[in-house]
Nanobody, 116 residues
Framework: VQLQASGGGLVQAGGSLRLSCAASGIIFSVNHMGWHRQAPGKQRELVALITSDGRTTYANSVKGRFTISRDNTKNTVFLQMNRLKPEDTAVYYC???????????WGEGTQVTVSS
């Protein structure tokens, strides 16, 4: 199983980034997909989740700014991040979770740095 995240980088506050996570080795369409982040000295937290049937949830801190989506034809989940803030700086990880048995996998992270 491989979850390959990409799209991180350095951006100024107020800017945008789009993260992608390409999955292989899983049946993508039956997995919930999530984006998590971990800032230095802090615990990893859930940022956004999209279920296998397309329902979405977001952390309060990113509601209205971030949008999670998925393309089951490309086995890819996306995180569109707009109006970025310095406090969004973190390593972002994608995670899959099978919709019925809960088997989950983590990808390697991608660094997002937002300068003020």
């Amino acid at each position: 199983v491989q979850l390959q995240a990409s799209g991180g980088g350095l951006v100024q506050a107020g800017g945008s980034l789009r993260l992608s996570c390409a999955a292989s080795g899983i049946i993508f369409s039956v997995n919930h997909m999530g984006w998590h982040r971990q800032a230095p000295g802090k615990q990893r937290e859930l940022v956004a989740l999209i279920t296998s049937d397309g329902r979405t949830t977001y952390a309060n801190s990113v509601k209205g700014r971030f949008t999670i989506s998925r393309d089951n034809t490309k086995n890819t989940v996306f995180l569109q991040m707009n109006r970025l803030k310095p406090e969004d700086t973190a390593v972002y990880y994608c995670r899959s979770m099978h919709h019925s048995d809960g088997t989950n996998y983590w990808g390697e992270g991608t660094q997002v740095t937002v300068s003020s």
